[in-house]
């Protein structure tokens, strides 16, 4: 079992940053890829960026040049600044881990707001 706890988010104007952290517990060596997901009002839970074992890294199209994930060098810890956020950011940001059999993982998400 791998438990995720993220911090970091609040509130913040148009074009500020913020930064994000998800620590993981449990059988942190079992984890290979780690990453962000979003749900904001009424929308789907859409990925926002991932960073594999190899660290490795895919973003979605809206974030790609603004946003940018990595992790600690323990593999136990990610990260994700955020920098010009824009107001369409606005969401829950979720932590998500998985394993190699397909396991995944969820922390219980961290609010961003960003006010226009």
């Known amino acids: 079992q791998v438990q995720l706890v993220e911090s970091g988010g609040g509130l913040v104007q148009s074009g500020g940053s913020l930064r994000l952290s998800c620590a993981a517990s449990g059988s942190i060596f079992s984890i290979n890829n780690m990453g962000w997901y979003r749900q904001a009002p009424g929308k789907q839970r859409e990925l926002v960026a991932i960073i594999t074992r190899a660290s490795s890294t895919n973003y979605a199209d809206s974030v790609k040049g603004r946003f940018t994930i990595f992790r600690d060098g323990a593999l136990n810890t990610v990260y994700l600044q955020m920098n010009v956020l824009k107001p369409e950011d606005t969401a829950v940001y979720y932590c998500?881990?998985?394993?190699?059999?397909?396991?995944?993982?969820w922390g219980q998400g961290t609010q961003v707001t960003v006010s226009s």
């Open positions: 998500y881990a998985d394993n190699l059999r397909a396991v995944v993982y």
